[in-house]
């Protein structure tokens, strides 16, 4: 029986191993090619160049405008991650916490958003942002990006307030609190696995979102970063080392993200799971 469970382990842990190989070489492959020249990328894509070039990443950022479109995508995608957080956690403890009747059917009202087709408001949506000057404003992503991250934020995190014990919240009103501390003292602070869960979801959808972008920034100082990325082909030639440099730059700040975020994820994910 002992033999039986080594094996299966290191079956298992071979399989895993395998695994992560498999999901971590294409991220290898594409930073060792950054770092190559167009000849050497299509003579030899699999090998470690003996020379790198490290002037693509500086051609990406100042000649390609990475470091304008980065700071772009900075500013849209960490404000509509906090104003998606801060409004779908007081919704949810709105509907979780306090007693109303219409709580069930304001929640299924935002459940709906989640069966909207997103590209499919684009034409309304651009019509609408013409009428009232908002094309090439950031406005014209952070309010999209909130509203369609609203309804799985919202979902989650109904989830997990309505298990917080109402006695917490009781004893903290008892000692002369209110419910405006019992959402910022209580409940808010106790929910911070799903809201690093929704931070890091909606971050990366966000950050690496190309259709809306696209649609609605012409001004190559207010794009952000995927349509960027855009630039660097041509008509009849394309700059492949500098655009997989501006691609590596563009990756950084999602794994940076989900590495700081992980732990978090994996304890919202497990909550529960020892009850009873």
């Known amino acids: ?47 470690i160049t003996p020379n790198p070039v490290f002037s693509n990443y500086k051609t990406a950022w100042t000649a390609g405008k990475i470091g304008i479109s980065f700071f772009n995508s900075a500013f849209v995608a960490l404000s509509s991650m906090f104003i998606t957080i801060i409004i779908a956690s007081m919704a949810a403890f709105a509907i979780t916490r306090l007693k109303w009747k219409l709580s069930n059917t304001v929640l ?10 997103i590209h499919s408001t684009l034409i309304p949506l651009f019509i609408m942002f013409n009428k009232v000057r908002l094309i090439n404003n950031h406005l014209a992503l952070i309010l999209p990006y909130v509203a369609f991250a609203l309804p799985t934020s919202i979902f989650i995190l109904t989830g997990f307030m309505s298990t917080i014990p109402h006695e917490v919240e009781e004893a903290f009103i008892i000692d002369g609190g209110n419910m405006a501390g ?3 003292k209580i409940v808010f602070p106790l929910s911070k696995s799903p809201v690093a869960t929704i931070s890091i979801y909606n971050f990366v959808s966000m950050w690496n ?37 501006a691609i590596v730059i563009m990756i950084i700040p999602s794994i940076a993200a989900y590495l700081f975020l992980s732990d978090k ?3 919202s994910m497990t909550i529960g799971a020892v009850k009873g």
């Open 265 to 267: 994820i994996i304890e």
């Open 108 to 117: 299924g009202l935002f459940l709906l958003g989640v069966m909207i087709p």
């Open 182 to 184: 019992v959402f910022w």
């Open 209 to 245: 979102e190309l259709m809306f972008a696209l649609i609605f920034m012409s001004d190559p100082n207010k794009m952000t970063l995927p349509v960027s990325l855009t630039r660097f082909k041509g008509q009849y030639s394309t700059n492949w080392t500098v655009q997989l440099a």
């Open 1 to 47: 029986m002992g033999k039986k469970i080594s094996i299966g382990t290191v079956v298992l842990y071979f399989i895993l191993t395998a695994f992560s190989i498999t999901c971590l070489y294409p991220l290898i492959w594409l930073i060792i090619n950054s770092f190559k020249t167009n000849s050497e990328l299509f003579n030899n894509p699999w090998g």
